[in-house]
């Protein structure tokens, strides 16, 4: 019947889902209210001083008029900007709707074999999909799968559009996007206490000294790192050091600080910063949704090549193996024993059966290998044969 008694810890994985869109419009929100504010503090204070000024006669009527006339254009801007972030507002709050809804469709599911779980799981697969392909650089693939399933609203696209733009910036050694982007995201990061904007800075200082402009490089440490002297004195000195070594330095940690591979790592910087200002998870969704079933398998025979199962994802461990290497053990009351040949579970419905030499086989594998060779069974250790009527029920106590 498989019921499902707990929802909420389903549910657990789904924060972000519905994190993600809420997020966005609160602070879609809060620059409305920043616009409204700084609008009615001016309105306020002009409206006062024509007042005060036409009563003193310091402003004649066609000078009043063409002040008034100055505050209805700068209202009718406030207006329309009003009208972007309404619109950004309606949209995400649209999204935080229909994710709510979708995850209160999986609160009124009785079991996992009902044909509402398999519809519900159905999109939720898709969704993490989607997810999964856009943080791997797939967005035309994922812009497709979100259309052909109806789920634009359950996918966040557009996001990942922006940082894609700032990710494809850095490949081309370019800091100038993703200062923009910390500078639009300054507060947001301060939080987090990110250095990003510090490693940025430093790149760029490195690559006018790798193109020898000693002077320029000098002038832009003094702008744009001394100002973080504060918390990385150290990292300032080390690299100063690099106006004293070529780019064909030997000497570490100068060759390191000229190394290319620094871009990969502030592309990978950037996307955890991103990813956690947007409360996007850092893995991909989909890892963590297969990462908790794979705990669930895990045991330390998954890592013994001999005992490798066929049945056994984790034992795969190229694939889904690889993804459980940091994962705790699973936690086992009774031991299961697996038929070495099948990898399925012997129980009472798949005997245990114990050949002449001692290794034991399931009753189902051996039948099924006794019917294709005239009522022979192989041992697949020691290349043994034996027939069917040799074998034997194992009974263990
Ligand atoms: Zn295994």
Request: charged share 25%; aromatic share 8%.
């Amino acid at each position: 019947m498989n019921k499902i008694t707990n929802h909420d810890q389903l549910l657990q994985l789904e924060h972000p889902f519905v994190k993600i869109p809420l997020e966005k419009f609160k602070s879609s929100l809060k620059v409305s209210q920043k616009h409204i504010e700084k609008e009615i503090s001016t309105l306020t204070n002009t409206v006062s001083d024509i007042s005060k000024k036409s009563q003193q006669g310091d402003m004649n009527p066609a000078e009043v008029e063409k002040a008034l006339e100055a505050i209805v254009h700068r209202l009718s801007n406030l207006k329309r900007r009003l009208k972007d972030t309404r619109a950004e507002e309606s949209l995400y709050s649209q999204r935080t709707k229909v994710r709510l809804q979708h995850l209160q469709e999986f609160t009124t599911i009785p079991t996992l074999d009902s044909d509402g779980f398999g519809r519900w799981s159905r999109v939720r697969l898709n969704r993490i999909l989607v997810d999964y392909m856009l943080r791997e650089g797939f967005r035309e693939t994922a812009a497709l799968l979100a259309k052909s399933e109806g789920i634009e609203e359950m996918v966040d696209i557009e996001l990942f559009v922006q940082s894609r733009k700032v990710e494809q910036a850095l490949q081309r050694f370019s800091c100038t996007e993703c200062l923009q982007w910390c500078h639009e995201n300054k507060s947001n990061l301060k939080k987090i206490k990110s250095t990003l904007e510090f490693s940025l800075r430093e790149q760029e200082f490195i690559e006018l000294v790798r193109k020898r402009q000693t002077q320029e490089a000098i002038a832009y440490a003094r702008k744009h790192l001394i100002v973080w002297q504060e918390t990385h004195m150290r990292e300032i000195k080390k690299v100063m050091g690099l106006l004293a070594f070529p780019p064909s330095t030997n000497c570490q940690p100068y060759k390191g600080l000229y190394d290319a591979s620094r871009w990969k790592k502030l592309i990978a910087r950037f996307r955890a910063d991103n990813f956690a200002l947007q409360c996007f998870t850092p893995e991909p969704i989909l890892n963590v949704t297969l990462q908790a079933g794979l705990s669930a398998l895990k045991t330390p025979m998954c890592y013994i090549d001999e005992h490798r199962n066929v049945n056994c994802p984790v034992c795969d461990g190229e694939t889904l193996g690889a993804l459980a290497t940091d994962l705790p053990l699973s936690h086992h009351l009774n031991s299961t024993i697996v038929c070495r040949i099948s990898g399925q579970i012997m129980n009472e419905d798949n005997l245990p059966m114990v050949l002449p030499n001692g290794y034991v086989y399931s009753y189902n594998a051996l039948m099924e290998m006794a019917s294709m060779n005239n009522g022979k069974a192989t041992c697949p250790r020691t290349g043994a044969v034996y027939d069917i009527s040799q074998i034997k029920k194992v009974f263990i106590s």
